[in-house]
């Protein structure tokens, strides 16, 4: 008997992702506060395959929220707060089964500690959601995307601080009670495994008011993780019908040669990428995690029921899949690094395009884990030309070809592959370098990296090809 899969299951959830930070805007309106993107600074001084999240001080943050000449491109994105409605038809037009977008915690609780939540920001999420579904849409929604609130950042030390373990806590019931009839698909926070050039970003601690900075991001996420294992309890026990999943910024780092020493290397890597699904899916810490702290000279402290908290564990497992790196004897030594794999071909930030390490990534997961999976993010960013009203973008359409063809072959590998989300199915600012030049979608968005232009949507020609694949269910993919 035949029981390889033929295909994309009949209700694969063909979808676009996009963060609340990279695309709304409107940072100062009905009572947001500050979050820790809105002093995501945009450089054009700096070569842009070097552009990253860099560790953050005390004194940026306040330089950041009191300068008048910087530029802060995540603070206008590119309007979506005001143009929600017509992006959505568009993304609907395109056949979109699913939209996956994140709730700016800032607009919920403006300060992260506040008594009570800021209805106005409530309002926005009741109106985008249910837009979403009347587009025929599903929403998968992120509840902590790098929008921490500023204020637990300055007052705090970010998810260093064991309070703010109950902030979220809090804000995840609300939203949960808020929202749980509109959305059933939920993601508790973002690529959690960032916490390395992207720490500030994601954990937000900075610098100066830890001792051990290596020591404070574990146990920062440490009670990251703790936290969503309460507000997944919380969910399970309220609604019982939502799907609580979590997030890793995938990517397998290959072995730089056959010798023993660098496959080592790799898996020791490879298992401290993986250290946080194997919290969040597993319900407790590996033995492995425990020998890298004790070899790194890494403290971390565990609450009286962090243990008991942790076996609350997540329904499916999702991940966003950019590049594949290589690891060797020399660069694990040098801090846990991998590097770029020169044998691949890369777009113009250095990032490698491997569509085989993809369905490798969707392997081993699955083998892992045995749980639903979700690609929740995957695209290429590139420089898009226009001409004569036009985008010729053939490059992407190229790239998802490719990796929608291994997605196919995971699939009659076995893997369980429920969905599948562009990013961004519409151009948004920049994570890593907040830009608006680095582009990603099927719709271009006409503002440059300096906020000017007339935000004039224009649909690519990847566009109507992706049109064409949701349609198919991913069978023309020519």
């Not at 992120?142 to 703010?164: F, K």
Request: aromatic content about 14%; glycine content about 8%.
């Amino acid at each position: 008997m035949n029981r390889v899969p033929t295909g994309f299951p009949n209700d694969f959830m063909w979808g676009g992702a996009i963060a609340a930070n990279q695309a709304e805007g409107a940072w100062d309106l009905d009572g947001k506060g500050w979050c820790i993107a809105d002093i995501n600074e945009f450089r054009d001084d700096i070569e842009i395959t070097k552009k990253y999240n860099d560790e953050v001080t005390s004194q940026y943050v306040e330089e950041a929220m009191a300068s008048t000449t910087r530029i802060f491109p995540k603070r206008h994105g590119i309007d979506f707060y005001h143009t929600y409605k017509e992006d959505l038809k568009l993304l609907a037009e395109m056949g979109l089964k699913t939209f996956r977008t994140s709730i700016n915690w800032s607009r919920i609780f403006p300060n992260g500690d506040d008594a009570e939540p800021n209805e106005a920001g409530l309002r926005f999420y009741d109106d985008l959601f249910a837009e979403i579904r009347k587009n025929g849409m599903e929403p998968m929604i992120t509840i902590s995307h790098y929008e921490m609130p500023l204020h637990l950042t300055q007052a705090y030390t970010g998810w260093y601080s064991r309070e703010v373990i109950d902030f979220f806590e809090r804000y995840c019931k609300v939203v949960f009670d808020r929202y749980h009839d509109l959305v059933k698909y939920w993601i508790i926070v973002n690529q959690i495994n960032l916490i390395g050039h992207e720490s500030f970003n994601h954990l937000g601690v900075a610098e100066d008011k830890v001792t051990d900075l290596a020591s404070a991001k574990y146990q920062a996420v440490h009670n990251e993780m703790v936290a969503c294992a309460r507000a997944t309890r919380y969910a399970h026990t309220h609604y019982p019908d939502l799907q609580i999943g979590m997030m890793l910024c995938g990517g397998p780092a290959y072995a730089a040669s056959c010798k023993p020493e660098d496959v080592l290397a790799t898996l020791k890597h490879n298992q401290m990428e993986y250290f946080y699904s194997d919290v969040l899916l597993r319900g407790r810490y590996p033995g492995y995690a425990f020998r890298f702290f004790q070899d790194h000279k890494i403290t971390v402290e565990f609450g009286e029921h962090d243990e008991e908290d942790l076996k609350n564990t997540c329904d499916f497992f999702s991940f966003s899949y950019y590049y594949t790196r290589i690891v060797s004897k020399e660069s694990y030594e040098n801090g846990n690094e991998a590097v770029r794999n020169v044998e691949l071909p890369a777009n113009p930030w250095g990032w490698t395009i491997d569509p085989t390490g993809l369905r490798i990534l969707l392997n081993e997961f699955y083998d892992r884990y045995q749980k639903p999976i979700y690609i929740t993010e995957n695209g290429v960013g590139y420089y898009d030309q226009v001409e004569a009203g036009q985008i010729h973008d053939d490059y992407r359409v190229d790239f998802y070809r490719k990796h929608i063809q291994q997605m196919k072959e995971a699939i009659q590998d076995g893997v369980d592959l429920r969905g599948y989300y562009a990013w961004g199915p519409i151009d948004i600012v920049s994570c890593s370098s907040s830009e608006m030049s680095k582009r990603y979608g099927f719709i271009y968005v006409d503002f440059d990296d300096y906020g000017k232009g007339t935000g004039r949507r224009i649909k690519k020609d990847s566009y109507a090809w992706m049109q064409k694949v949701i349609a198919s269910n991913g069978e023309d993919l020519d």
